[in-house]
């Protein structure tokens, strides 16, 4: 950590030249004696990553930054204030410290919060920042988390863990792929601790992640603007009950939830005999989808299912609790229509449907527009069709 870079006239450096060319300021000569021209770069460009991920952090003078990669893999404001939400009693320990995004919101719910993060310079970032943010009740180990819980004697009321992937090994990973490896290490986090918190990607099977672990008690499933961003496992020690299953959507300080428990999961759905001009067209959000409770949507929300293997409910009415967004169908049309109009706008959407969205638009010519929505999908009786729609809600 280079405490040069938090020089005022550093600072003020990297301000004035947020939006400048990066890869000119890494070829030139640093202005700042003791500074290297990546590490300006770096600062710069790790910043401008941060300004709607950690506005926060972008808007705190001296903030320092890491690698540009370690801002893209830590969590944003908005799903680490959520997954505070969920730390039980008065100590937590994050022992994936990273940046320290989780550690501290965590700090703003608990009393103390011990951060462990193995890089000794990135554990001085964090707590260099966590002092600029005012956060005074995290304390920092530069050491490995799951060494420091194994060999402390303190229990705490909360771990939380967030497993890096060891390598890629394409979209299917086990938890096992990951580090910590918190399968084999899980009796020692239960000897430490009553709750567990386990932070995956959304790419993690929840059936193959249930049979992994053991005394999960919740499973959250978090988006941001349609995009699933994370699964948070909730192991409470002994816990042998039905198992809750929670898609969260966080979007424009806006929180919805579809919660049920996994028992409940199989439930009836009813399907639409024939779509209606001026009815509702409903597009689960990527946090429901993901829950895999296809018909529970229909049967919680009171909508109709277009398909057995189309994702998307038809209603005579708007539902704003709904999780996912809403279309108004103005025109049902076929694809011979469609090769008669010559003036066809819209955003083009795909399900279950045999053609891509891109080789629609260059076939059918169709020009973007922000506000109109050709949906290209299938209903019941097996026919494909077109709905022409405009946007109600998208969120």
Request: glycine content about 4%.
């Amino acid at each position: 950590m280079n405490n040069k870079l938090l020089a005022q006239a550093v600072q003020d450096y990297i301000n004035a030249n947020l939006n400048a060319d990066v890869n000119q300021i890494a070829l030139a000569k640093s202005p700042f004696e003791g500074i290297s021209p990546a590490e300006l770069a770096t600062q710069i460009t790790a910043k401008k990553k941060s300004e709607k991920k950690l506005p926060s952090w972008f808007k705190t003078e001296k903030i320092y930054y890491p690698p540009v990669l370690s801002i893209e893999q830590t969590s944003s404001e908005v799903t680490a204030a959520y997954k505070s939400k969920l730390a039980n009693g008065d100590t937590l320990i994050d022992i994936t410290g990273g940046f320290g995004i989780d550690s501290y919101y965590f700090s703003q719910k608990v009393k103390t919060v011990t951060h462990c993060e193995i890089n000794p310079e990135l554990s001085a970032i964090a707590q260099h920042n966590a002092q600029a943010l005012h956060a005074m009740n995290i304390e920092f180990q530069a050491e490995d988390g799951i060494a420091y819980i194994k060999y402390n004697d303190a229990c705490f009321d909360t771990i939380y863990v967030d497993p890096a992937r060891r390598a890629e090994k394409g979209k299917v990973f086990m938890l096992k792929d990951c580090t910590p490896d918190v399968v084999s290490n899980l009796d020692l986090l239960l000897e430490k601790s009553s709750r567990i918190i386990i932070k995956t990607a959304p790419l993690l099977d929840i059936s193959a992640g249930l049979s992994a672990l053991r005394h999960v008690s919740e499973i959250h499933i978090v988006s941001v603007r349609n995009e699933c961003k994370e699964l948070l496992w909730v192991i409470d020690k002994g816990y042998k009950n039905d198992i809750k299953i929670k898609a969260v959507t966080l979007n424009n300080e806006i929180e919805k939830d579809f919660s049920f428990y996994i028992s409940s999961s199989n439930a009836s759905v009813h399907f639409t005999d024939r779509l209606n001009i001026g009815e509702y067209l409903y597009e689960p959000d990527a946090a429901l989808l993901k829950s895999g409770a296809f018909n529970l949507i229909g049967a919680t929300y009171g909508l109709l299912k277009l398909h057995p293997q189309t994702q998307l409910f038809s209603a005579d009415s708007i539902k704003t609790d709904f999780p996912g967004r809403i279309f108004k169908i103005e025109a049902i049309l076929n694809t011979a229509e469609l090769k008669k109009d010559t003036r066809l706008k819209g955003n083009v959407i795909v399900r279950n449907y045999p053609a891509k969205p891109e080789d629609l638009v260059r076939k059918y010519k169709i020009k973007a527009d922000q506000n109109q929505f050709l949906v290209f999908t299938k209903i019941a009786n097996g026919e494909n069709v077109i709905l022409k729609g405009s946007i109600i809600q998208y969120y």
